[in-house]
C-alpha cells in the first residue's frame, strides 16, 4: 500500500509499526489464500483492488466524506440500520473483527474465554490498528449476546463516543416494540450526530439504496446454486465481508459486474471447482475480515462452499425492506419489519434459524452442512446441537466445527473436514 498512507494513518493515530506488520500479514494471506486460487472469476479484480487499498483509498474516501461534513458511523451487528444512517447523512461500516490482536492486552480487560470475535474488536482498539475505528465519530454497540453486551460497557471506556441499542431477544409483539423504539432512538442520535433530520425522501432513497446492494449480493447467491458453481466459497465470502464497508453504490454495481460474468460462466459450465465436487453449506458465528480459516481448509480439501448461513452471508442480507412506505413514520415500520426478521442465535426460541438452513441446503444443493461455532459463543454452540440432529434427522449431514482466530487447530480441522468431505462423495 502506498507510503502516502502513513501521513493519513498518524493523523489517525494508528500505531504505524504494528499496523506495517499488520498489513504484512494480511497481504501475504491474501495472496496465498485468495490469488493462489484457480479459475477465478475475472471481475474479482475488483475485490483485489478494494483489498489492496482496504485501509489506503477506502479511508481516504471516508476522511473526504468527513471533511465534506458526513458523520462516519462503525457497527458490530447487522442489526444496526444501515438505512437510518444513511437517510441522515452519515455512513456505516462494519468494523472488521476477524483477526487477534493486541491479546496480552485484551486479556488485561476481557476473560480469557471470551469468543474471539470480541476479543478481537478490543485488540484492534488497543493495537490502533483499525483506521475504520479512528475514524469513526460514533461506534454503535448492541445487546446481543452476553459476551457483547458486558464487554461494551468497557469498551465506551475505550472510544470517544458509544451508543448502545437494546435488542429483544423473543420474537414477540414487545419484542418489536423494543426494536421498533431502539430504531427510533438510533435515528435520533444519528441526527444529533449529524444535524441532518431524517426525511421521508432521503428515508426512501437510502432504503432503495441499501435494498439495491443486497439484490446484488442475492444475486450472486442465487448463481452459485449452479453445478458447477461459478464462484468458490471464499471468493463469495470476501464479497459478504467487503459489503460491510465499500461505497453501497460502487459495491452494488461491482457485484453486479461479477453476476453478469458468472452468468457467462454458468452458459459455458465453467466453474471455480470441477462439476460434481462436493458443496458444502456453511452455517454459525459471522465470519468477519480477515476471517478466512475454515473457507481456506474446506476449499484445498476438495469441496465447494456453495453458501453462508451467517450474518456476513443469506443471514445478514435476505429480506429486502418494503419500499412503498411514503411517510418516515410507514417507512421505520418496514425497516423495523426486515430487521426482526434476523434470525440470529440470540433470539429464543429460533426456530426460523433451523428452517433456513433446511431450506438453504435444499435450495443450494449442499451435500453437507459444516456447523461453524466460535470457541465460548454460547448462543451458535448451543444451537448447533439442535441443528445438527435435525439435519441428520432430514438425511444431511452436518459436522459441528469449534474453533477460534488462532491456526493452532488448522492440522486438526482439516483432517476433520477431509473425513467429512470423504462422506458427501
Ligand atoms: S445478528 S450473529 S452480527 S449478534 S460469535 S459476539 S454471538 S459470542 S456475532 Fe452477531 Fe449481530 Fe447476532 Fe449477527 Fe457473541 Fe457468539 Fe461472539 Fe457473536
Redesign the pocket.
Known sequence: MSESYRGMWSALGLDLTAHDALLSVLGKAYQDIFLAQKSRPEAMGYFDFVMSEVHGLRIKELLDEKAAGRKIIGS????VPEEIALAANATLVGLC?GADFATEEVEKLLPRN?????KSSFGFKLGKVCPYLESADLIVG?N?????KK?YETLGTLVDKLHVMD?PQVKTAQGRDLLKSEYIRFKTAVEELTGVAVTAQSLKQAIETVNAKRRAILRLFALRKADPAPISGLDALLANQVFFYDNPARFTESVNKICDELEQRIEARQGAFPQGAPRVLISG??QAVPNWKLPFIVETSGAVIVGEE???GE??TRNLTDEGGETVEEMLEAIVDRYFK?D???FTPNPERLAHIKEMAAAYRADGVIHY??Q??????MESMPVEKALEESGIPCLRIETDYSMEDAGQLKTRIEAFIETLK
Open positions: 458490530y451487528c447487522v442489526f473483527s471470551t469468543c474471539a470475535l470480541i448492541e446481543t449476546c452476553d459476551g457483547k464487554a435488542l458465528c459471522p451467517s450474518c456476513v443471514r445478514g434476523v440470529c442465535a440470540i461455532g466460535l465460548f459463543c454460547q448462543p451458535y454452540l
